[in-house]
């Protein structure tokens, strides 16, 4: 680059010194920008992968292939305009790498193939990936496989591709073999608490693309804002989806609203804006299942159509802009309007979104006003029902028959078992994965998502170090890579109705992109490995390390990661005579860590050592020679 500036100086020099004619000027600059340009492109040696999720099987070989400008691109078995290759070739372009798209396979050749012959062992997920001299090759049976492959791909390159323009890139051989393990691997937003624009969805939608992640819950509606258009109901939009703006105010501590305060906080996707992020998220290989709260969770319902409420429920619902609980707004149960009103809603949402699941919610109702209510009483003795669980399982089958008239399933939250459910309807497990367990054994299907594995929007390390987030919980990176959706307790047979996992995000405390984006990396990594790869394959060193790659990698794709955790934990093993070999962990790579056994004097954690039973030990951690936490003691 000094170089390149020395010209650009003797150009200089030459106009305004010696005065030569304009053309020789325009020559001069002409060889700026072409020594520019030389300069703009640069040669990278990828020395090794680091893949997330981990696939099935990655075996290096001799030799290497060099991907450059005069790369071709060929596609076996699947047109050039068909939505896998319309993608790769938009995404190589977008590297300035153009491919031209030739009629057979050739040396120095990017191959993406459909099998000729169905793969059973592959599925159709699963995909194969070969470098060697001539090129790489990424086979499957199906689009969606394909797809999966070209991630892997785009994680073989070098971790800056977004920032820096290659010329050549050097990739050692390899051959990949990859499936999942898992058929659900979803990833929740709550847009609710704080909505989130198009853009900031698709860019939700990408993340998920690049870990394999398939499944995208979208929690439209909640006390906090009701956030889809609905033609017939127009108040669950012109009301129902705004509030007063409290966002410069930490969540729980906002002052009230004013008299006549205009609402300014909200928004909601219009209908051609869903199906724009549908067809988004189709063009990514994921499915979008909306969740629509039934009966609880209504405030935005209520204030909107307060005939909605129970007939001897005289509160005012107000769209909510901080902590609601417990949570009492609930549509009435004994009143008809209450059903119309759900079935015309559903009548408008099924059409735009043509995954075969409604998530219609289900938890945290509080059934005080139904008990209150002369309806919804007498609505249970015509049912002759004995409890209130009763009564919200019936609103809930009442809306399952409906949507299953137009071929639709239903998922709820844990609490529909409480009243009976039926067979059709499948489970998300999120108190824990007792509810899970419970509906497996009765042969309903299952999403695990416990609370204490799975909600993202907990703490990720010490809150002393970290932004504001839901209180009095820790989910750390090392917490969810040690996830298994897979109860050992169930049968063979009933371990097939678990589905697979999620990781959810709520929002409360979440008013903005970067701050979620924030949250969900690089926690939503290790859920990603959590659901795709095989439980033999992971290993906590190799994925941490892989992490300080993909940290590069998001942060060059313009995402926001989180910190992590620099709390160090101990194992401890006794041995012979009666000592324990204490092994410090991090969550971090290039964490140090140092400690004390009572004397005060810290040492550098380098290997295990040894130490009377009884005695604490005092840490401190240090990244890029700054203390990251406090002094923390450890005791067996």
Known sequence: MIYVENVWYFCIFINRTIMVKKYLY???????????????????????????PEPVMQTMGEGSFTLSSSTTCYAGNVGQNDPSIKYISRVLRQWHFNPVLVGKPESNCLQFIINEEYDQELGEEGYTVKVDKDGVVVAANSERGLFYGFQTFVQMLPEDINDVRYNKIVLPACNIKDYPRFQWRGSHLDVSRHFFGVSQVKKHLDLMAAYKLNKFHWHLTDDHGWRIEISKYPQLNDVGSWRVDRDNQPWGEADPAGEDEPRTNGGYYTKEEIAEIVAYAAERYIDVIPEIEIPGHCCAVLESYPELACANDDTTYTVQFGPYWPPRAILCAGNDSVMTFLKDVMDEIIPLFPYNYIHIGGDEAVKDNWKRCPRCKQRMKSLRFTDYEQLQSWMIVEIEKYVKRQGKNIIGWDEILEGGVSPEATVMSWQGTQGGIVAARRGNDVIMTPTSYCYLNFYQANPEFQPPAMPNSLVTLDKVYKFDPMPHQLTPSQQKHILGGQANLW???INNAEMAEYMLLPRLCAMS?????QPALKNWERFRAKVGHHRIRLVANDYKVGTGSFRPWASFEKQEDGKLLVTLDWEVEGTQIYYHTGDGHFIQYREPFEVEKGTTITTLSFYHGMMKEKAYEIHE
């Not at 325009?26 to 997330?52: M, P, Q, R, W």
């Not at 490995?529 to 790869?533: A, C, D, P, T």
């Open 26 to 52: 325009n020559a001069c600059l002409l060889i700026v920008l072409t020594f520019l340009l030389v300069s703009c492109g640069e040669k990278v040696v990828v020395d090794h992968y680091s893949i997330i």
């Open 529 to 533: 490995e959590v659901l795709w790869s």
């Open 507 to 509: 929002t409360e405390y």
